[in-house]
């Protein structure tokens, strides 16, 4: 038997549309025109929020920031959000007037052979009508108006809950921003760093970058490192532990004992352990680069004739994993002068439902169509453009990229 299954969409009883990950109507089913009270031809095609803008009554738009907010959650996190949202309708047959509505609302992304996200199907159920039952003179349908008013208290929770994680996250944002501040130059040397916080989450802060003039020679110290924790303490972790390294490196005899120290010191503050970092350390004087890895993804290299290097020959555990400390790994590789190294954060590879090698394979992909780019700021922008998506990610992202 063949399933029709554009008419099996139509015959849903539940209130069910399609969006593009642009957040445009591409279909929409019978009980959800109804429960909308809009004709197919008035949606598909239109953005949502041209389609259904926000009350005017509320200034803010917070409910068009909420309901957005939950699907460009899903778009990032690629898995089902559900939630509670108040969200005003106008009326299609008093317009100008606006109806207080309430909505059970499942937001579930639909993948394409190739992993992206093709649509999100956009499930809503009216619940308004819950309030209704409280004025009955029967009492009928009482159950059901309690049950509304706790739906309708914890809508009020979420929204004092979101707020109270906008401000964090901003607070955050702002600390990272002073403690990541763009380096200075060093010598002669060309280097372009990046950060991308987080989106739809408090997973931001953790990560940090570093450039560090050694004292002997033509040598830096390029560092890029992942706190685990994330908002306000993890900032505060990621500043002491980027000073640590900063200062650290400046004294030590190769990237690994500059991290086998940083570990000791990470053993002493709450909230460090289980961090990944990973150093390298440049002289270009003798076209050296020496490296170690805490737990952190590979350096990679790219080579002047467009070939690739993963530098994953020094690979230890995180900082203070292991009860014991003991000597890390070093290693070293030559380069040739018109070389690239770049230095990232696991939110520049990692990605949901998708293996860390599939990650490795696009960015080395990446480097390698770009191989012509002939400034570190081209290349740096050209690989956030390449692996970060327009919705953005659920992981914070820094990256380092330094021409040899």
């Not at 993948?111 to 209704?132: K, M, N, S, Y």
């Not at 039952?133 to 914890?154: C, I, K, N, V, Y």
């Not at 997973?203 to 033509?218: A, P, R």
Request: charged share 25%; aromatic share 6%.
């Amino acid at each position: 038997m063949v399933i029709d299954y554009a008419s099996v969409f139509q015959a849903l009883p539940g209130a069910v549309a399609l969006l593009t990950p642009e957040l445009v109507f591409a279909d929409a089913n019978l009980a959800w025109l109804r429960q909308a009270g809009r004709s197919r031809d008035q949606v598909v095609g239109r953005y949502l929020f041209d389609a259904f803008p926000g009350s005017p009554r509320d200034p803010a738009a917070s409910e068009v920031r909420h309901l957005e907010a939950s699907l460009r959650e899903v778009l990032a996190n690629r898995k089902i959000d559900m939630d509670l949202q108040r969200y005003d309708v106008e009326s299609a047959q008093r317009p100008g007037h606006w109806e207080e509505r309430y909505w059970s609302v499942v937001n579930a992304p639909v993948f394409a052979p190739d992993g992206q996200i093709a649509l999100v199907i956009h499930r809503v159920e009216e619940v308004t009508e819950l309030l209704r039952a409280t004025s009955r003179p029967d009492g009928s349908l009482q159950l059901e108006a309690e049950l509304f008013s706790r739906m309708r208290q914890l809508h009020e929770i979420n929204e004092r809950l979101r707020r109270a994680h906008a401000r964090e996250r901003e607070v955050a944002l702002a600390l990272q921003r002073a403690m990541l501040p763009v380096p200075p130059s060093i010598g002669h040397h060309r280097f372009a760093v990046r950060y991308r916080p987080a989106v739809g989450s408090l997973n931001v802060c953790g990560d940090w970058y570093d450039l560090v003039q050694l004292q002997d020679g033509d040598k830096i110290a390029v560092a890029v490192g992942d706190v685990v924790g994330h908002g306000l303490e993890a900032a505060g972790i990621m500043g002491q532990l980027r000073s640590a390294l900063s200062a650290t490196s400046l004294v030590a005899t190769g990237p690994a004992q500059a991290l086998e120290v940083l570990g000791r010191y990470a053993h002493c503050v709450t909230g460090a352990e289980s961090t990944t970092a990973v150093t390298s350390f440049i002289d270009f004087s003798r076209h050296l680069i020496t490296y170690s890895s805490a737990g952190h993804p590979p350096p990679v290299l790219l080579r002047a004739d467009g070939t690739v290097e993963l530098l994953d020959q020094a690979t230890d555990p995180p900082l203070d994993a292991v009860f014991e400390s003991s000597p890390r790994p070093e290693a070293t590789t030559a380069f040739t002068d018109g070389d690239t190294l770049l230095l990232y954060t696991d939110g520049l590879i990692e990605r949901r439902h998708q293996d860390i090698d599939t990650g490795l394979s696009q960015l080395t992909d990446a480097l390698i169509r770009h191989k012509e780019l002939t400034t570190p700021e081209a290349l740096a922008d050209a690989v956030m453009n390449d692996l970060i998506p327009a919705e953005g990610v659920t992981d914070d992202t820094a990256l380092v990229v330094v021409s040899l």
